[in-house]
């Protein structure tokens, strides 16, 4: 049973930081494609950063530069480094997880609970 784990969620001003953590149990094979979505109120679950099965990262655009991922292997973990972060990124972010990378929620398999960031000053 896979299971995804998101933690980091907090409250920040406008052009603070955060990190977001999310812990993958559950899953023997590296080949695992993995990243966050977000979804603010009343709007659609959005990609925001994430690896392919084979590695390579991928950033939507509003959040390049500003939004880093990254992982470590032997802690099963995936985190997402975020700075100067504006109003319009406050949202519940959701960890994923599945066989390939998409940009479409409904191809992923795997789903965290959500952690939320909320950014106001």
């Known amino acids: 049973q896979v299971q995804l784990v998101e933690s980091g969620g907090d409250l920040v001003q406008p052009g603070g930081s955060l990190r977001l953590s999310c812990l993958v149990t559950g899953f023997t094979s590296d080949r695992l494609a993995i990243g966050w979505f977000r979804q603010a109120p009343g709007k659609k679950r959005e990609g925001v950063a994430f690896?392919?099965?084979?590695?390579?990262?991928f950033y939507m655009e509003d959040v390049m530069g500003r939004f880093t991922i990254s992982r470590n292997q032997a802690a099963n973990t995936v985190f997402l480094q975020m700075t100067s972060l504006r109003i319009e990124d406050m949202a519940v972010y959701y960890c994923t997880a599945g066989p390939y990378y998409s940009t479409i929620p409904t191809d992923w398999t795997y789903w965290g609970q959500g952690t939320q960031v909320t950014v106001s000053s």
């Open positions: 690896f392919n099965s084979i590695g390579n990262p």
